[in-house]
């Protein structure tokens, strides 16, 4: 009895695979840098909250134009992305000087925010190229430690920013510069990669999900809509619990992923749970409830913004379009420019609190996601988006795993991408494990599609894809 215990421990803690820190291949560390420090050198910048044009708050502002940035690239050609991509990085660049002027030098806050707008136009353009790569080069653990990047980045920001002067100091001037700068060296490292290794997309689309993960993010934006509101507007969000959350939640998120696939569910659904719990906890005026209130929500805020991203990435590259891509630069788009704005006209015009009018939205909207969920379990939560490597990023492999394709193509299979590496590392004689050991999955995971490929093949052994195919060799399925 001891025994199986102490064996159930040890495989409920034992690391996945495919979430190994070693798939994190060290040549792509540009690639893997890029998008955080895209959302983070938005962030640290200095502006003041009180300010106010044409009737709107500057928290409300800043949204305007980073939506704009990323509808550009939802009408931009894939060859053009990285020339595009550092262009808006140096031009993100050349406005520090007139910020850094106009913060010390002029005392005049409309124009020292109408510049930060320009800038923030310029930083929607660099995160929306940045996302594409996020998209199409990176492999899940990559992806999965980029997100908990700014997510920490997000935590320490709450922890410490508010409560020290000296980190608020650093944070408007040389801290924020040298951050911008840094980006710039990590953009220029990413355009030195072959361009044809950066866009590997086609103009398919078909069966990957992306249009739930669409639906998924947009409910997640509203939801966390509510943060800009009940923290600035009310300011009610104390930020030491609230960082204290989001560093729970990395910890929580890689342990869950750790213990089993298919895992995006109970992520959304702690999501969910926590954001809905954390504000009806935050209408109690007390210092108790608003300390675990913001602790709650934050735990609710950073899983829901690590699985969000990370399924749809995980979307984007199985459709293998750059079309989708597009659609999700359109989706950014609407969100930070029509659903704000709409926000913004529905709270300014409530007469009563706030973070009433928070809760029963975010009521509704979680209400409306729990009823939901039994239609798109199969199609969204249902998905392993732990998708390893893939052999297309491995040069041995191109030629065959070509062959492959144009095969299976040929002979309209509807074969999966994962299904078709694995029918070209079975013909090229491969045994399951070996496959599972090359691409950083589980033996598990391998099995799983190898049966689905025979299924689809109408087959029951190795010895008869041998026969189909014409293939000789002595390695044989365990």
């Known amino acids: 009895m001891l025994s199986k215990f102490t064996a159930l421990i040890t495989k409920t803690f034992q690391i996945r695979d495919e979430l190994s820190f070693k798939n994190i291949r060290g040549f792509l560390w540009p690639v893997l840098l890029i998008f955080p420090l895209s959302v983070i050198s938005g962030d640290v910048r200095f502006f003041n909250l009180g300010i106010e044009m044409f009737g709107l708050h500057s928290y409300q502002l800043m949204l305007y134009p980073l939506g704009l940035g990323w509808l550009v690239m939802a009408f931009v050609p894939k060859n053009l992305s990285m020339p595009i991509l550092r262009t808006a990085a140096l031009c993100c660049v050349s406005l520090l000087p007139f910020q850094i002027m106009y913060q010390f030098f002029i005392d005049n806050e409309t ?86 290794e950066i866009n590997e997309a086609n103009e398919s689309g078909k069966n990957s999900g992306a249009l739930f993960c669409i639906i998924l993010f947009i409910v997640y934006y509203m939801i966390m ?21 989001q560093f729970a939640a990395i910890l929580l998120i890689g342990f869950i992923m750790m213990m089993k696939s298919n895992n995006a569910l109970y992520i959304w659904l702690m999501f969910l749970v926590f954001s809905l719990l954390g504000i009806s906890i935050l209408i109690y005026d007390t210092n108790t409830a608003l300390f675990s209130g913001s602790l709650v929500y934050g735990m609710g805020d950073g899983l829901g913004y690590i699985i969000v991203y990370y399924i749809c990435a995980g979307a984007i590259k199985q459709s293998k379009s750059f079309k989708v891509y597009k659609i999700y630069c359109f989706v950014f788009f609407i969100q930070y420019f029509i659903i704000s704005g709409l926000y913004s006209l529905a709270f300014d015009n409530f007469d009563g609190e706030v973070h009433l009018l928070a809760l029963g939205i975010v009521l509704f909207l979680c209400s409306a996601c729990f009823l939901l969920i039994p239609l798109v379990q199969k199609k969204l939560f249902e998905v392993d988006w732990s998708d390893g490597l893939y052999l297309r990023d491995m040069e041995q492999y191109s030629k065959s795993l070509a062959e492959t394709q144009a095969q299976t193509k040929k002979e309209k299979l509807n074969l999966t991408v994962r299904e078709e590496e694995i029918l070209t590392m079975l013909l090229g004689g491969s045994a399951p494990k070996e496959i599972a050991f090359i691409l950083k999955i589980s033996y598990d995971t391998t099995r799983f599609h190898q049966k689905n490929l025979y299924r689809k093949l109408g087959i029951k052994s190795i010895q008869e894809l041998f026969t189909r195919y014409g293939v000789e060799s002595a390695v044989k399925a365990k």
């Open 111 to 196: 124009i020292q925010l109408s510049f930060f707008m320009v800038y923030q136009f310029f930083n929607g353009i660099c995160a929306a190229c940045a996302f594409s790569l996020f998209c199409f080069k990176l492999n899940n653990v990559e992806r999965l430690f980029g997100m908990m990047m700014i997510l920490f980045y997000y935590s320490l920001f709450y922890i410490f920013y508010r409560r020290f002067p000296i980190v608020q100091e650093i944070y408007k001037s040389w801290g924020g510069v040298t951050v911008v700068l840094i980006y710039l060296v990590i953009v220029f490292a990413c355009t030195r990669l072959k361009h044809e």
């Open 225 to 245: 809509c509510m943060i800009n509101y009940i923290e600035f507007a009310e300011g009610i969000i104390y930020g030491l619990p609230y960082g204290l959350g």
